[in-house]
């Protein structure tokens, strides 16, 4: 198509009147100067063609991405590690924790002991270890009983459940009439009878059901309740507490 138009455009200047004449190139002229034209726009085409053959080189761009560095992350890391720092190197702060270990490590040791001791269990003894057995820890609930009575039974029931909860105090029972000795030394007269003993002396106790509401069907809240007011190993949370109050004020009024 490129040759065509060279070859018209070349007929046309030839045909073209030169000047202000009217002569126009002779025939043979004419086709000399088409056949120059042809060959110059022949070679124009072809140089043309070659140069959009050929490829192009590419150009080295040797810009580089730049990346804006956020420093946000890296200030909260160096401020981590300076509260790090800070928190190894403060004495204060060494010390707290050397207590809290410490102060497990006696927990710890404390419970072991009071296991080898016979704590977290409900055990019945004899006369003859009464004294070793109240002497031994330093809070003890011994609950006297006769083996016919059904509320010396119920009783049972509740320091079963109250025994594993509360590894600081003592649970035990005492037959009494295998203990014909300490009985009337301690003046119990009337069954079930329960009393606390702080280091080996008694200081509390709970004779029948008048203080767990007269029922037989109280529940061993109530006794916890009633033994914690003395018995520094039996502590209660808060709401059991305040439960239990409510339940004794509304057990009142009704007996009223």
Same mark, same amino acid.
Request: with cysteine.
């Given at each position: ?5 060279? &070859? ?33 726009? *022949? ?8 140069? +959009? ?8 761009? $040797? ?25 190894? $190197?403060?004495?204060?702060? $060494?010390?707290?924790r050397e207590m809290r270990v410490?102060?497990?490590k006696q927990q710890a040791q404390?419970? +072991? ?19 070793? +057995?109240? /002497?031994?820890? &330093?809070?003890v609930v011994c609950h006297f ?23 600081? /105090? ?40 008048? +203080?767990? /509401? ?5 529940? /061993? ?24 109050? &409510?339940?004794?004020?509304?057990? *009142?009024?009704?007996?009223?």
């Open positions: 198509r490129r040759r065509a138009v060279c &070859k018209f455009l070349a007929f046309f200047l030839v045909k073209m009147p030169l000047g202000s004449g009217d002569a126009f190139f002779g025939d043979g002229a004419a086709s000399a100067g088409q056949a120059k034209l042809g060959d110059a726009c *022949d070679e124009l085409v072809m140089k043309k063609y070659l140069e +959009e053959r050929r490829p192009k080189p590419q150009v080295k761009n $040797d810009s580089k991405p730049v990346f804006i560095k956020d420093n946000t992350h890296q200030a909260e890391d160096s401020g981590d590690e300076q509260e790090e720092n800070f928190s190894d $190197d403060d004495p204060e702060l $060494d010390r707290i410490l102060a497990l404390r419970k +072991e002991e009071n296991i080898s001791k016979g704590h977290g269990q409900y055990r019945e003894i004899f006369e003859e270890e009464f004294l070793k +057995e109240v /002497t031994g820890s &330093k809070w009983f006769h083996r016919e009575f059904q509320r010396c039974k119920i009783i049972d029931l509740h320091m079963k459940n109250l025994a594993p909860k509360y590894l600081q /105090t003592k649970f035990i029972s005492l037959d009494v009439e295998k203990a014909p000795f300490f009985i009337p030394k301690l003046q119990v007269k009337v069954l079930p009878t329960i009393i606390v003993f702080k280091d080996g002396v008694a200081v509390d106790r709970v004779v029948g059901f008048d +203080e767990l /509401t007269g029922q037989d069907d109280f529940k /061993t809240i109530v006794l916890e309740r009633r033994l914690s007011e003395s018995c520094r190993g039996i502590v209660l949370p808060t709401s059991k507490a305040n439960v239990v109050r &409510k339940g004794a004020k509304s057990c *009142d009024s009704d007996s009223d």
